[in-house]
């Protein structure tokens, strides 16, 4: 009861109402008896939803809590930063950039070490050849009118053979590079 006059009825009167009314004969007797009931449930009560009584901590409920809470702040912020790279994947990053970094400078090496030597074997070829192999009065005649087909071959024969050298040196590379990762 409170101040005013007003009946509460708890939560779990209700189920017990509700089969007392259901499950009532309808003799005459208790008939009555089920309509001053209703009445009074209707008229001078409300439903009151009290919380249940509290329970008395104790110590190890109280660490379950505090070791419930943490496990539950480390799994929202596992879900916050799953997108983060971690360690592992920069040191896949990193391994990807050094096979990168050697494949481009395999690459150049191939394209420009033969390019550069057979440049090269042209002049120095070209000079040698005029001065051992050829007359005096050709060479002043020649000067600035035609290519010299000995030199062309002589370079283009020399950056073919730097080629193969660049490959066979690529070759023991990968091979090594094999076994030290195995």
Request: charged letters at 20%.
């Amino acid at each position: 009861n409170n101040n005013d006059g007003t009946a509460f009825l708890p939560l779990a009167g209700v189920p017990a109402l509700k089969f007392l009314i259901t499950n009532s004969t309808s003799s005459t007797s208790t008939s009555p008896l089920l309509q001053t009931l209703e009445t009074t449930l209707l008229t001078q009560t409300t439903l009151s939803f009290s919380p249940p009584p509290l329970k008395t901590t104790t110590p190890a409920y109280q660490k379950r809590l505090q070791r419930l809470r943490l496990h539950d702040e480390e799994r929202s912020y596992k879900s916050l930063t799953t997108n983060l790279k971690t360690a592992a994947s920069l040191k896949d990053d990193n391994v990807t950039a050094k096979s990168m970094m050697y494949a481009t400078s395999v690459g150049l090496n191939m394209v420009v070490a033969p390019i550069t030597f057979g440049t090269f074997m042209y002049f120095f070829a070209g000079s040698i050849f005029s001065r051992f192999f050829d007359d005096p009065e050709e060479l002043e005649d020649a000067r600035g009118s035609a290519v010299d087909v000995r030199r062309v071959i002589a370079g283009v024969v020399s950056g073919v053979f730097m080629l193969f050298v660049e490959m066979i040196l690529f070759v023991i590379r990968s091979d090594t590079l094999d076994s030290a990762v195995r």
